[in-house]
């Protein structure tokens, strides 16, 4: 059974830094995509970033690009998100999840399992 286990999640200052890892019980995770997503509060879920993979192809949403990096560790089966400059907007429920496409993508719908989130809180 496949499951994503985020962590790092917290209280922040703006300006301040997290780094969230989602930990994936995948035995191929190294032919998964992934992905974070978000949704805070009174919003609909959104695109964050992704990575393809083989973390050849990142992207990410307009809103955290300069601010966030993606990457993976095939080791550890773990994905990461850092988040540096962090604002209040920012504040969500961070969701990782894992695509079997080849490509990546920024549609949640394509996503084949998700984690149950972590809280990102960031106050001014």
């Known amino acids: 059974q496949v499951q994503l286990v985020e962590s790092g999640g917290g209280l922040v200052q703006a300006g301040g830094s997290l780094r969230l890892s989602c930990a994936a019980s995948i035995r191929t995770f190294s032919s998964y995509a992934m992905g974070w997503f978000r949704q805070g509060p009174g919003k609909e879920r959104e695109f964050v970033s992704y990575?393809?993979?083989?973390?050849?192809?990142?992207d990410y949403a307009d809103s955290v690009k300069g601010r966030f990096t993606i990457s993976r560790d095939k080791a550890k089966n773990t994905v990461y998100l850092e988040m540096k400059s962090l604002k209040p907007e920012d504040t969500a429920v961070y969701y990782c999840?894992?695509?079997?496409?080849?490509?990546?993508?920024?549609?949640?719908?394509?996503?084949?399992?998700w984690g149950q989130g972590t809280q990102v809180t960031v106050f001014s």
């Open positions: 990575i393809s993979w083989n973390g050849g192809r990142t």
């Open positions: 999840a894992a695509d079997r496409a080849v490509i990546a993508t920024m549609d949640s719908r394509r996503y084949d399992y």
